[in-house]
């Protein structure tokens, strides 16, 4: 990488990393999401959504059509279809040149998403099938491999790990290696711990103080921990929506660890919390 500037390529966007933290913006096109579920669940309200995650500073935005939060059951191909072409396409028509991320782990919708307009596949298989990482190869587009212990359906029943910060980074270590030899550069290739995908309340904390370590694995990094659970068990706030300040708090601590990107719901006041964060903790560009 020309002078030694680290960045994350996707198709014909590219992320320079370390400079400040990038953030991700969340448009969830499903009835059933944790915390946002049915009100952005057609594709006008979702375009206009994420069209005001875009005014309010987001970098990129996320779009996608299936839950994967504890408990939920899979989307059948053409229902997630339905669900996500439009958005993207009413997304890069109304903000042409916008980077867009489809949030899925299928291939026949990571193939439509990029065909409709995305430039990047967020999988939280972190591409186990390989016909993804294929298109992915073949597209150019960038890709997040998400580390999940088992299915969303059963992830949260009993999670258990000898080590967590090792299985974890050691398995996200397997999945860019597996990337490449797709044909995937790393320069291409995102990392995310996964947090609440499998987690309890002390792994994600572990996961969290851990980011410094997932940067040496050399891809770009990303924390995605906005309203989940375990931040309703530290602060005792029931409903995700009211989870904005625990939100704030691990977006500041993620982009204080060395995390390049977080994504997030709430993505005006993380812009804010990030630019006083980012002075402190970032190096000054040349």
Known sequence: ????????????ET?????????????NVTPDSFSDGAMFANAEEAVGHGARLLDEGADLVDVGGESTRPGSDPVEVDEELRRVVPVIEGLAK???????????????VAIAALDAGACVVNDITAGRDAR????????????????????PKTMQDDPRYDDVVAEVNEFLRERIEAAVFAGIPEERVCVDP??????????????????PALRMLGAAVMVGASRKGFIGTLTGVEDPAARLEGSLAVAVLAAAHGADLVRVHDVEATVRVLKVADAVVREPQP
């Open 1 to 12: 990488m020309a002078g030694g500037a680290r960045v994350w390529v996707c198709r014909d």
């Open 15 to 27: 992320f320079t990393l370390g400079g400040r933290t990038l953030v991700m913006g969340i448009v």
């Open 94 to 108: 109304a903000r042409p040149g916008t980077p867009i991320s489809v949030d899925t782990r299928k291939p026949e």
């Open 132 to 151: 993804l990482l294929e298109i992915v190869a073949r597209t150019g587009a960038g890709i997040v491999l998400l580390h999940m212990l088992g299915e």
């Open 194 to 211: 996964g947090i609440g995908f499998g987690k309890t309340v002390e792994h994600n904390l572990a996961l969290l103080r851990a980011v």
